[in-house]
């Protein structure tokens, strides 16, 4: 088990953005969000912003939204565009979209200033299936050495789908306390009682593969689900439906704080399913939350030091657990 003290404190949140978060890649959103030049998307990614934006030659760049004059910020969070080049919001610096200090405006000209000392810091970005990703680290490997599993098997039927709906949710819990909510099914049959009349809960069953954790259950007839779940090392959720897929990013806001971000993407002629599923994953979210934050509170409370893991059922929480100790090399 890991520590539980690695579950609270803005110590445990930094270790884990400097040795996990700022290290893998992190999914961002769909490039149909940025379809022109100058279009971007910018967010906090490990609690560093970043902005990704598309190039006059439409491909993509990514780097961290920070002015190099006295880190201001080029754009806001969101989507928007910026035209041909960021303008600082702070004092005006303009910058190429491929990262290049154009104009440090009306600055002056000290000795041995060098605008191509001071362009934007570059952030990696990769696209698959539609879905942007971006990974701080210039080092990591390539987002497929993560994703093949995924791309084996899950057969690209439903990747073509719009995004057709975006929600949100706060959870007062460690981003660990909820991942490891999402890789286990053991929970089904107490969280979640309707989940049988979709799938065949007690034929769940949890596989890891790689850094990717699957999970299926045999589809009930009228489900909703078509009964794979995939997840992506460190904090991706990808959830396949019969009519669509959902994305499930889970953001560590702070210490107990975790932001689910689910992006639906889904059959435009489908749209009375879509309504049952996001019914569906409403009702999910809220079981789940409950009993995430019932478990933070425990955590914090002091008694419990760490408990035991199913091997039935928790193998995909146990790689979890062993792969975040490998990164934070505590365990
Ligand atoms: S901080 Fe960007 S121009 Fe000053
Ligand atoms: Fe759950």
């Not at 769909?30 to 934006?53: E, F, K, R, T």
């Not at 760049?61 to 041909?84: K, M, P, S």
């Amino acid at each position: 088990m890991l520590s539980v003290d690695l579950y609270s404190g803005e110590d445990a949140l930094r270790r884990d953005r400097e040795h996990v978060l700022r290290r893998t890649w992190q999914f961002m959103g769909h490039d149909s969000q940025i379809p022109a030049a100058g279009d971007y998307l910018a967010d906090v990614i490990g609690g560093a912003p970043v902005v990704v934006v598309r190039k006059a030659d439409g491909a993509l760049a990514a780097f961290h939204n920070v002015c190099r004059h006295r880190a201001g910020a080029l754009v806001t969070d969101g989507v928007g565009n910026c035209g041909e080049a960021f303008t600082c919001r702070y004092h005006g610096w303009r910058y190429a979209l491929d990262g290049r200090l154009r104009n440090a405006v009306d600055f002056g000209a000290p000795a041995g200033f060098d605008p191509r000392d001071h362009g934007l810091f570059p952030v990696c970005v990769e696209v698959w299936r539609g879905l942007v990703f971006v990974n701080l680290d210039l080092e990591a490997a390539p987002l497929t050495a993560l994703i093949v599993p995924l791309a084996v098997r899950w057969p690209d039927g439903q990747a073509g789908f719009p995004l057709t709906e975006r929600r949100s949710h706060s959870i007062a819990c460690n981003w660990k306390a909820y991942v490891e909510n999402y890789l286990e099914g053991y929970h089904l049959p107490m969280v979640h009682p309707e989940f049988d009349a979709d799938v065949v809960v007690s034929e769940y069953r949890t596989e890891v593969v790689d850094q990717v954790i699957f999970a299926s259950a045999p589809p009930r007839d009228a489900s909703v689900y078509g009964g794979l779940w995939g997840w992506l090392w460190p904090n991706l959720g990808v959830n396949v439906y019969r009519h669509g897929y959902m994305i499930e990013r889970m953001t560590a806001v702070g210490p107990t704080e975790t932001r689910l971000d689910y992006f639906y993407f889904f059959d435009p002629a489908r749209t009375a399913e879509l309504e049952a599923m996001l019914k569906v994953s409403d009702l999910v979210t809220a079981q789940d939350l409950q009993v995430c934050e019932e478990v933070q509170r425990n955590l914090e409370a002091g008694i419990y030091r760490g408990g035991v893991l199913s091997p039935k059922h928790e193998n995909g929480v146990a790689w979890f657990q062993d792969r975040m100790g490998e990164a934070l090399r505590v365990s």
